[in-house]
């Protein structure tokens, strides 16, 4: 699978560290969040080096639907009711800021990455929802408006618009941005112990380190893994499918995403929490919901992505731990990662620079509301399955009885083990325990991957890692 933005464009290659340094700020991780953080440390006159474990944009930032917005569902009467006025205007001010930080920068560095203002939608059955929203909105100093018909073929009551958004291609982007940074590609980060960090290639010591991995993969101190989880969802690029002028995203909870890009509409949908998607055929009942809306549409390319949620849908942006005041980290986007990347890199570059910033409270990474407690304990129930499911479950297939260009757990001679028959009937046999904490894979028929339903961790059918947390594969020995 190959996102839109990968088809239409090849990202540079950076060398691999060959030696130990030294810098003012390392930041780990090379997508939307690391570049934009290392970008904006380098205009602050911060020297930074960026450590990629693979390819920079590789990760979540390729395979993003890209919309730069402040309208991140309708979670302003949420915030209010659950978190105050005051933080619910922090996130909101902040998040817009957000958008506008894009557009300066874009011009400023005259950038050509197909930007589009455009107006941002949610739509709803619940009209009463909705008008409770734009009220919410209003009060906190958004020009929020209800409107009745909207232009996607999809029956509401009307939408929430947000005007002066944006859309753009995330790669062009972050490869402009990229010329002018020092970064290191296929330097995985192994271990990081106070201000070095050690990885194959040699090691790099750093006054401040920014963890911008997607999702932290130092469970001690901080306990990330236990305050957020993984989801899934996934996205198709259709051709001949008319034109829109705005993006889109439904409030319930099995709507779709719209938004265009060139000569495509983006159908986005069919999520669900990594590790829970044993029958599969997400793609095709994507391709399905596409070609009913848009009957004379082509696919040109599906792919899919994978999002870090936080108990209360915000954010942890800050000091990764009150222990270790030279680490920072960025993580739990909430499916917002272009706006969240930007918010990180401009609270990051304040709170390392010692500039107050007044969003700073909202998005402490040591906030904690008894009101999250139900979230985490369900995200701790489902580590604990996980975790159990492998002393206890029992394989429902053999390897003989298994289908080509399937995979499942099995028994093998040398106990139970993750198996994925070839089209050519060549077996790949991994081994199914996570390496991160110990959870058993489940199979991913979709994407033909190992998916961790603990923590996120996935993996490829030969067992490489594809993503973390998890920092290493699980070849069978």
Known sequence: MESIWS???EMQKFPALNSSRSTDVAVIGG??????????????GVHTVVLEANRIGGGQTGNTTAKITSQHGLFCSRFIEKKGEETARRYIQANQAAVEEYK???DY???????????????SQDGDKLRREVESAQSLGVRASFVEQIEIPVSCAGAVRFPGQAVFHPLKFISALAEKLTIYEDTPAKEVEENEIRTPCGSLRAEKIIFASHFPFINYPGMYFARMHQERSYAIALEHAGSINGMYIGDEDDSLSFRPYDKYILLGGQGHR??????????ERLREIGKALYPDSRLAACWS??????ADYIPFIGQYASDRPDWFVATGFNKWGMSSSMVSAMLL?????????PWAEAFASSRFSAEELPQIMKDSGKAVKGLTKRFFHLPDETIRGLAR??????????GKAGVYKTEEDQICQVDIVCPHMGCELAWNPDDKTWDCPCHGSRFDYEGNLLEGPAQEGIQYE
């Open 104 to 106: 300066r920068i874009i």
């Open 274 to 283: 990594t590790g829970e998607n044993r029958e599969g055929g997400r793609y």
């Open 31 to 44: 997508g939307m969040a690391g570049i934009l953080t290392a970008y904006q440390l380098e205009q602050a």
């Open 305 to 310: 992505a994978q999002d870090c949620m936080t």
């Open 7 to 9: 088809k239409t464009w």
């Open 405 to 414: 260009g399937h995979g499942a757990v099995v028994e093998t001679p040398q």
């Open 349 to 357: 570059r304040d709170m390392i620079c010692g500039i107050a910033n």
């Open 109 to 123: 560095e005259r950038i050509d990455c197909s930007l589009k203002e455009m107006d941002a939608y949610v739509y």
